[in-house]
């Protein structure tokens, strides 16, 4: 079973960068699909970004698309979420999570293990 751990969140101004780290244990990220989710305070959970297992094809939500880049590092057995010009509609509480693979804006398909989340909040 594969663990996964967020961390990386916290209070930002506008505009500011941030990058979220999500590690494994247990099991290797190298050769499965990973994706970043987030929800917001009484709002649903929502897909931001996804990629693909083995290469680096990503996949983004529009709303995110041109600032946000997701990565992985194998030999940590990490992918990232690299958050630039944050607003204050990114706030939220962001989760990674496995999956079987990607669809179009970030969606992941058949999710397998999920992270317990780092809080973001972008505000002045």
């Known amino acids: 079973q594969v663990q996964l751990v967020e961390s990386g969140g916290r209070l930002v101004q506008p505009g500011g960068s941030l990058r979220l780290s999500c590690a494994a244990s247990?099991?290797?990220?190298?050769?499965?699909?990973v994706g970043w989710l987030r929800q917001a305070p009484g709002k649903e959970r929502k897909a931001v970004s996804c990629i693909v297992a083995g290469v680096a094809d990503t996949y983004y939500a529009d709303s995110v698309k041109g600032r946000f880049t997701m990565s992985r590092d194998n030999a940590k057995n990490t992918v990232y979420l690299q958050m630039n010009n944050l607003a204050s509609e990114d706030s939220a509480v962001y989760y990674c999570?496995?999956?079987?693979?990607?669809?179009?804006?970030?969606?992941?398909?058949?999710?397998?293990?999920w992270g317990q989340g780092t809080q973001v909040t972008v505000s002045s």
């Open positions: 999570a496995t999956a079987g693979g990607c669809l179009r804006q970030g969606i992941l398909y058949e999710t397998i293990n």
């Open positions: 247990g099991g290797s990220l190298n050769y499965t699909a």
